[in-house]
Nanobody, 121 residues
Framework: QVQLVESGGGLVQAGGSLRLSCAAS????????MGWFRQAQGRERRLVAA????????YYADSVKGRFTISRDNAKNTVYLQMNSLKLEDTAVYYC??????????????WGQGTQVTVSS
């Protein structure tokens, strides 16, 4: 079992930056692939970024490439999402997730409660 707690959300002006953090419980954090999803009001939840257990391989949705950076600190059981050049359309609830990576791609089994990110004009 892994428990995930997100923090760092808030209100920011367009063009600004935020860094989200996700603290994980459990001794096996380093073995999990981690991801950040977001869900805007009235829309389905979508994968934004993901990182494998070693941190050497990452994935980004096209909509955030070049603006968002996912990273992890296995010693601190924490994964981060640095969000720069924020746009109005980045407004959503952001969820941290833990799971696995295989030849079929990422599969996520554990979820945090989410943190709201609101970008204003």
């Amino acid at each position: 079992q892994v428990q995930l707690v997100e923090s760092g959300g808030g209100l920011v002006q367009a063009g600004g930056s935020l860094r989200l953090s996700c603290a994980a419980s459990g001794r096996t954090f380093s073995s999990y692939a981690m991801g950040w999803f977001r869900q805007a009001q009235g829309r389905e939840r979508r994968l934004v970024a993901a990182i494998r257990w070693s941190g050497s391989n990452t994935y980004y949705a096209d909509s955030v490439k070049g603006r968002f950076t996912i990273s992890r600190d296995n010693a601190k059981n924490t994964v981060y999402l640095q969000m720069n050049s924020l746009k109005l359309e980045d407004t959503a609830v952001y969820y941290c997730a833990a799971g696995r990576y295989s030849s079929s791609g990422y599969t996520f089994d554990y979820w945090g409660q989410g943190t709201q990110v609101t970008v204003s004009s």
